[in-house]
């Protein structure tokens, strides 16, 4: 079965400072990728997805991005973080088993920018 | 995507039967409805998932009309532990990528 890791699990930045999220997947080979955010007591917003290898699409085109440098391992990055960056912070795979598409996701990693 | 619409929140006591609705006036031919529940500070975990008429399997029911304009995640007998945030997403099964998680239903089970 497929696991996804993320790290770190918790991270403070400061305001201004850069960011480097890592997601890899473990179990899967070509999964669909993708990079939500969740603030306090919100639901989870999409911010990129990826079909494949060097392939992003972006929903929210601030000052994230993201890369898919490797089949299982996407990236979410950020050159200056701003303090409506700050949430929780989760990567998901999309896999079709027996007819059914499931979105399994990642532990999270939460952001509390200062 | 079509978009989904659910009550903010809802409240039920343990040993009751929760049913949620969720209204996806818009959804096209090939999409599927699908529903996740989350705990706070973990990712959304997969419950069911339909198309049509009743699905079942060994935690929930998940009800959809022959309009399928709406559908309603069924949860027998629910415990405190069923507290959570219940999302209704609607899209393709193949070939969709694109996921839109709506604000979700909070349920809180008491006592």
């Known amino acids: 079965s497929q696991t996804i890791h993320q790290w770190p699990a918790t991270l403070v930045q400061p305001v201004g400072s850069p960011l480097s999220l890592e997601c890899t997947v473990e179990?899967?080979?070509?999964?669909?990728l993708y990079w939500y955010r969740q603030a306090a007591g919100r639901g989870l917003q999409l911010l990129f997805y990826?079909?494949?290898?060097?392939?992003i699409s972006s929903e929210v085109p601030q000052n994230l991005s993201a890369s898919r440098p490797q089949d299982r391992q996407f990236i979410l990055s950020s050159k200056k973080l701003l303090l409506s960056d700050s949430g929780f912070y989760l990567c998901?795979?999309?896999?079709?088993?027996?007819?059914?598409?499931?979105?399994?996701f990642g532990p999270g990693t939460r952001l509390t920018v200062t | 995507l079509a978009k989904t619409t659910q009550p903010i929140s809802m409240d039920s006591y343990e040993g009751q039967e929760v049913n949620i609705t969720c209204s996806h006036n818009?959804?096209?031919?090939?999409?599927?409805i699908t529903w996740y529940q989350q705990f706070p500070s973990q990712g959304p975990r997969f419950i069911i998932q339909?198309?049509?008429t009743k699905v079942t399997n060994e935690v929930a029911s998940l009800f959809i009309p022959a309009d399928r304009k709406s559908s309603t995640l069924s949860l027998p007998r629910v415990s405190l532990s069923d507290t959570a945030v219940y999302y209704c997403?609607?899209?393709?099964?193949?070939?969709?990528?694109?996921?839109?998680f709506g604000a979700g239903t909070r349920l809180f089970v008491k006592a």
């Open positions: 179990g899967t080979s070509n999964p669909n």
């Open positions: 818009n959804i096209a031919t090939n999409d599927y």
């Open positions: 990826s079909v494949g290898i060097g392939q």
């Open positions: 339909g198309y049509k």
């Open positions: 998901a795979c999309a896999l079709v088993r027996t007819g059914v598409r499931e979105q399994y």
């Open positions: 997403l609607v899209g393709a099964v193949t070939g969709g990528f694109k996921t839109i």
